[in-house]
């Protein structure tokens, strides 16, 4: 019998030590999504459109919500989640949003054309053409727990580290979670009949999410007395132009209050998805609920 230097580890030791790694999360999520009636997968490989390399999103789930008899029209959903384990906790510094929050598309979702147009005849002989976008057109922008009427617009994300007895904020969290994510989100965008006259229609809400281990807090930057506020989830903006990408990128960051910054018990992550009139999704953690489009 070969000696070894270590005792094998122990079951409780090879649990722990999965848990720090973040992959037990990832499969806490997939599983609880899958319940909820979707088709979900880890590590679900992409390329990426800005330089072609494979990527991988965390957990990938679709659920196809609506399909005409026809076959020629498709409501979809889709789940581009990225999880993340941390000891510290992070802070989504806010603004207010503004009058245009209360009307834009939010970028992730594909809706079979971008505007519907229409003509309005006055008289025998003359016409005014109308426009308007097919989101606000669908009412999609009024419904409740519509992007839309959110009361609150992440616009950066920092992590807290514990560092010479003091907290300190590393911005860098905002490019390591969200620049994969929006890659995600245009490589799993289903593609558009651009023909003349369209056969096909794919209505594809998709919802970008990031999941961490650590609290989650949100200041609104543009208050008088900035003040942080413990928060289930909070919306995230950010404006991106690069070669493949540009546009502005919403996703939905929330926490796992149940699993502790340090520890990291086997229970159960209970994620409930639901399609409804409101087109809401919701992650659950007991009597927590992180909420986004």
């Known amino acids: 019998m070969s000696s070894r230097p270590f005792p094998s580890p122990t079951s409780e030791d090879i649990i722990s030590s999965l848990e720090r790694t973040g992959y037990l999360l990832e499969q806490r999520v997939a599983r609880k999504v899958r319940s909820a009636g979707f088709t979900a997968t880890t590590g679900k490989a992409f390329k990426d459109p800005e330089e072609g390399k494979s990527r991988e999103v965390d957990v990938f789930a679709v659920k196809k919500v609506w399909d005409a008899p026809s076959g020629n029209v498709l409501v979809s959903i889709q789940l581009v989640i990225e999880c993340k384990r941390s000891d510290g906790p992070y802070v989504a510094l806010g603004m207010n949003p503004n009058v245009l929050d209360t009307h834009r598309q939010p970028h992730s979702h594909t809706l079979p054309i971008d505007q519907v147009r229409w003509l309005e005849y006055v008289g025998e002989r003359t016409a005014r053409q109308h426009g308007m976008q097919t989101w606000k057109w669908l009412g ?32 860098s969290s905002v490019f390591e979670l969200t620049i994969p994510l929006m890659k995600a989100v245009e490589a799993f965008r289903p593609l558009r009949d651009k023909n003349p006259e369209p056969r096909h229609a794919h209505l594809c809400l998709c919802f970008p999410i990031i999941v961490t281990s650590g609290e989650l807090f949100y200041v609104n930057g543009e ?66 609920t992180a909420q986004g489009w």
């Open 140 to 171: 999609l922008h009024e419904l409740p727990g519509s992007p839309n009427r959110d009361t609150r617009k992440g616009v950066q994300l920092v992590r807290m580290n514990p560092k010479n007895n003091a907290w300190t904020a590393e911005n």
């Open 223 to 288: 208050s008088e007395t900035p003040a942080a506020e413990r928060v289930d989830w909070v919306p995230l903006e950010r404006d991106i132009d690069m070669n493949s990408m540009t546009g502005l990128f919403n996703q939905a960051a929330s926490d796992s209050p149940q699993v502790p910054a340090r520890h990291h018990p086997a229970s159960p992550f209970p994620v409930t998805c639901r399609a409804s009139s409101s087109l809401r999704f919701s992650l659950s953690d007991g009597p927590e």
